[in-house]
């Protein structure tokens, strides 16, 4: 079966400090992955989605950015943290195609900027 | 993807049936209507899907306007645990790079009434 891991669970970081997310998937080969924010009491916000190793696309332009420097592996970083990046953050994953594109998605990271 | 609408936000009496409506009047011959939800502080989670014709399954039913320029997603019999955010988006069932982006909207905060 396939899973989606996500960690870590909840950081905090200070403003101006790098940011590293990791997310991987196990159980399928060439998914489609994603990087949602969500703010507080608010909706998601795609960030990033990724069709394959090296292809990605960035929603919202701003500091972060992804790589899929593997196949199953997708990682949303920053070189530095702003308060307005804290958020909870979610990794997805879905096989191609809209007919059958159940998403799944990570328990989330809750990033917190002091 | 194409634009869905949706209520803010809903009320309604634990054990009762809650019909959840969404509009999408340019949807495309090819788009698939997904329902998603998101309970408080997870990732959401699949709920049901379909092109033309009504769908049920264990979580819910789905009722599609016969111009698909609108569908309900129906709970039978709302249980506390069905409080959520749900989310109705479009998917489109023909594969590219555009059609992978998985974009979801403010959907609808549910509220059940013990």
């Known amino acids: 079966s396939q899973t989606i891991h996500q960690w870590p669970a909840t950081l905090v970081q200070p403003v101006g400090s790098p940011l590293s997310l990791e997310c991987t998937v196990e159980g399928t080969s060439n998914p489609n992955l994603y990087w949602y924010r969500q703010a507080a009491g608010r909706g998601l916000q795609l960030l990033f989605y990724?069709?394959?190793?090296?292809?990605i696309s960035s929603e919202v332009p701003q500091n972060l950015s992804a790589s899929r420097p593997q196949d199953r592996q997708f990682i949303l970083s920053s070189k530095k943290l702003l308060l307005s990046d804290s958020g909870f953050y979610l990794c997805?994953?879905?096989?191609?195609?809209?007919?059958?594109?159940?998403?799944?998605f990570g328990q989330g990271t809750r990033l917190t900027v002091v | 993807d194409a634009k869905t609408t949706q209520p803010n936000s809903m009320e309604s009496n634990e054990e009762e049936p809650v019909h959840l409506p969404c509009n999408h009047s340019t949807i495309s011959g090819t788009d698939y209507i997904h329902w998603y939800r998101q309970l408080p502080s997870q990732g959401p989670e699949y709920v049901i899907h379909g092109l033309t014709s009504n769908v049920n399954n264990r979580m819910a039913s789905l009722a599609i306007a016969e111009d698909r320029k609108s569908s309900t997603l129906i709970l039978h019999r709302a249980t506390l645990r069905d409080a959520a955010v749900y989310y109705c988006?479009?998917?489109?069932?023909?594969?590219?790079?555009?059609?992978?982006?998985?974009?979801f909207g403010t959907g609808t905060r549910l509220t059940i009434i013990p």
């Open positions: 997805a994953w879905s096989v191609k195609g809209g007919m059958n594109t159940e998403a799944f």
């Open positions: 990724s069709v394959g190793i090296g292809q």
């Open positions: 988006i479009l998917r489109d069932g023909l594969s590219n790079f555009g059609n992978e982006k998985l974009t």
